[in-house]
């Protein structure tokens, strides 16, 4: 089974690569609030990621990534338990997405599709919904609780 770890900042140019790979937005390695995990191959090859990005009591889920030949495997639901966890530790409220592809796999998860007024403020600065993200995005929340 893959083990996941915390991103280092060389590991940002190969998740960004499988981003970009899957048609989904580079990610900032300098956002001063964030955290990433990875997931790798017996090759180190970087296959899996998913991060959050702090603001005041929420988290932004950013970019859960999958390398195609490793999907189905349960790669992306260990990434976000994993993510999950963290945002308990990281005593976030909620945690908010936006998806133009992946609504269907977080609705299996338990997140609430929600109209992006019912974002708080702090969050709708975020590049991701102001810049990066489609108006057109299923905008998703998910309530924070200790036994996720």
């Given at each position: 089974?893959?083990?996941?770890?915390?991103?280092?900042?060389?590991?940002?140019?190969?998740?960004?690569?499988?981003?970009?790979?899957?048609?989904?937005?580079a990610i900032d390695e300098n956002y001063p609030h964030a955290l990433y995990l990875k997931t790798t191959s017996l090759d180190d090859q970087i296959i899996g990621a998913i991060g959050i990005e702090r603001y005041e009591r929420y988290g932004l889920l950013r970019s859960?990534?999958?390398?195609?030949?490793?999907?189905?495997?349960?790669?992306?639901?260990?990434?976000?338990?994993?993510?999950?966890?963290?945002?308990?530790?990281?005593?976030?409220?909620?945690?908010?997405?936006?998806?133009?592809?992946?609504?269907?796999?977080?609705?299996?998860k338990k997140f609430l599709r929600i109209d992006r007024s019912e974002v708080p403020e702090a969050v709708k600065q975020s590049s991701e919904f102001k810049d990066v993200c489609p108006l057109s995005s299923v905008v998703m929340m998910k309530k924070i609780e200790k036994s996720q």
């Amino acid at each position: 089974m893959n083990k996941i770890e915390y991103a280092i900042k060389s590991d940002f140019r190969k998740i960004n690569n499988l981003l970009l790979e899957n048609q989904l937005p580079a990610i900032d390695e300098n956002y001063p609030h964030a955290l990433y995990l990875k997931t790798t191959s017996l090759d180190d090859q970087i296959i899996g990621a998913i991060g959050i990005e702090r603001y005041e009591r929420y988290g932004l889920l950013r970019s859960l990534v999958v390398d195609q030949k490793y999907r189905n495997q349960s790669i992306a639901s260990r990434l976000l338990d994993q993510l999950l966890e963290k945002a308990v530790d990281l005593k976030l409220e909620s945690l908010y997405l936006l998806t133009t592809t992946a609504d269907h796999y977080f609705d299996k998860k338990k997140f609430l599709r929600i109209d992006r007024s019912e974002v708080p403020e702090a969050v709708k600065q975020s590049s991701e919904f102001k810049d990066v993200c489609p108006l057109s995005s299923v905008v998703m929340m998910k309530k924070i609780e200790k036994s996720q």
